[in-house]
């Protein structure tokens, strides 16, 4: 059984749990079916708790346990113990009325992961963003909400932050297309502020900021942003998040991850070195 990693989040450990029920299941050779009538439930919550989308009541965990055949206590005690951690609200649990569910899961895994790469086109990586300018983005977005709502959003976006800051935090690593950089979001006085925050962030050394230059003309990723999210228990798969207007996919099939993780090593194979974005940012600085 997989013991609880440091730091890992309720939503990573919910993934890790399911993955081991299903994993028992299997093994048992019994359908998902099968496994929903012992639990008084149906297949599709059998499949819910086993890709981790559904918090586990500790009767059902140990019902499933009995079937599977998990007999030794301090097995099933080690179960028991991820159901009760994987149940646990993440420290977002108080922002839910501000974030979309669809957004939860992405926050959770965020603060679950040892690594994110990231390419972004349009904005700043929230990450990095300064407050002025996360407030810029908020509000130019979110029309009709009140100004409380938009000084909660700023807040989460920089309590997210703090997961780059942490001892055992995710090495963190982004391609920033030039258009972003250019974009004046918030004016002038916020752009230059936040243009020098990235080159502080780059003394970091859990932080590397690339750029894809315009000079470069197309590329691999004009399909959009998307981030790729890696973590350091190897029974959890690296997720590929693509946000859209008002829905996510996450994809952890293997094709599919390995298609991102290509044109993320071409996107860093041809944008520009650290020393190269320090000199491009100081650029688009002395510009604006």
Known sequence: MTQIQPGSGPTALRILLGSQLRRLREEKG?????????IRGSE??????ELGRVSFKPRD??????????EDEEQRAAVMELAEKANEPGWWHRFNDLLPSWFQAYVGLEEAASRIRTYEVQFIPGLLQTKEYARAVITAGAAGITPEEIERRVELR??????LDRPNGPFFWAVIDEAA????????????AQLGHLIDLMRQPNITIQVMPFSF??????????SILRFADPDLPDIVYVEQLASALYLDKRE?????????ERLCAVSTTPDETVALLEKIMREI
């Open 30 to 38: 019994l359908t998902r079916e099968e496994a929903g009538r012992r």
């Open 44 to 49: 599709s919550k059998i499949s819910r708790m």
């Open 61 to 70: 965990v140990a019902d499933l346990l009995t079937l599977y055949g998990v």
């Open 158 to 163: 920089l309590q997210r932050q703090q997961v």
């Open 181 to 192: 950089l250019r974009r004046p979001i918030g004016g002038t006085d916020v752009m230059r």
């Open 217 to 226: 003309g197309g590329h691999s990723a004009e399909g959009g942003a998307f």
């Open 256 to 264: 599919d991850v390995d298609r991102y993780s290509e044109v993320m």
